[in-house]
T-cell receptor
Framework: QKEVEQDPGPLSVPEGAIVSLNCTYS??????FMWYRQYSRKGPELLMY????GNKEDGRFTAQVDKSSKYISLFIRDSQPSDSATYLC????????????FGAGTTVTVRA | ETGVTQSPTHLIKTRGQQVTLRCSSQ?????VSWYQQALGQGPQFIFQ???????GRGNFPPRFSGLQFPNYSSELNVNALELDDSALYLC???????????????FGPGTRLLVL
């Protein structure tokens, strides 16, 4: 079993829809949770990060972490064609040099 | 822009050869990590360097090695290339743990390596 599981999709939604992405994990030592966006043939770009459990909102993006269920989510409201990308969840255990453990990524297409 | 640059952008090598990939991070980012991203997969941690010393390593063989220099540049070296080494190689930099913020890593655009 992988340490971080993420449904690779692909996910196709119409413009304006809410995009819902999620990951599950097995390592209870993870404390920091990130979402990265990666456009084709580019490096990952940090979107959001959350420490421990809770919600965090930034514009159209909301990240949620439920440590009791080992489940994290990212919601994108009012999705735009420019949101079409691969979304990677990542998490880290501070006692292990902050190395990031990634999910496989979910490919999202927002149709105009 | 993250301020992290990598060179070259693309590279083609043949099996058995050696390759050196380079990364330049932001001033003040004393920690650099390298990741391998195979097609359709998430990045996998190779190793991390802090103040020019290896500070952690993932499940990669010793033929993957690195160097970090005082001027915020670093290198990833891979010897005896294998076909499975074909991937996007990413470096990521983060702040010095002494000042905090080290949990946030900023990635460069990557070097795409093809081994034939």
């Amino acid at each position: 079993q992988k340490e971080v599981e993420q449904d690779p999709g692909p996910l196709s939604v119409p413009e304006g829809a809410i995009v819902s992405l999620n990951c599950t994990y097995s390592n209870s030592a993870f404390q920091y949770f990130m979402w990265y966006r990666q456009y084709s043939r580019k490096g990952p770009e940090l979107l959001m990060y959350t420490y421990s459990s809770g919600n965090k909102e930034d514009g159209r993006f909301t990240a949620q972490v439920d440590k009791s269920s080992k489940y994290i989510s990212l919601f994108i409201r009012d999705s735009q064609p420019s949101d079409s990308a691969t979304y990677l969840c990542a998490m880290t255990d501070p006692t292990h040099d902050y190395k990031l453990s990634f999910g496989a990524g979910t490919t999202v297409t927002v149709r105009a | 822009e993250t301020g992290v640059t990598q060179s070259p952008t693309h590279l083609i090598k043949t099996r058995g050869q050696q390759v050196t990939l380079r990364c330049s991070s932001q001033s003040g980012h004393n920690t650099v990590s390298w990741y391998q991203q195979a097609l359709g997969q998430g990045p996998q941690f190779i190793f991390q360097y802090y103040r020019e010393e290896e500070n952690g390593r993932g499940n990669f063989p010793p033929r993957f090695s690195g160097l970090q220099f005082p001027n915020y540049s670093s290198e990833l070296n891979v010897n005896a290339l294998e076909l499975d080494d074909s991937a996007l190689y990413l470096c990521a930099s983060s702040l010095d743990p002494l000042v905090g913020g080290q949990e946030t890593q900023y990635f460069g655009p990557g070097t795409r390596l093809l081994v034939l």
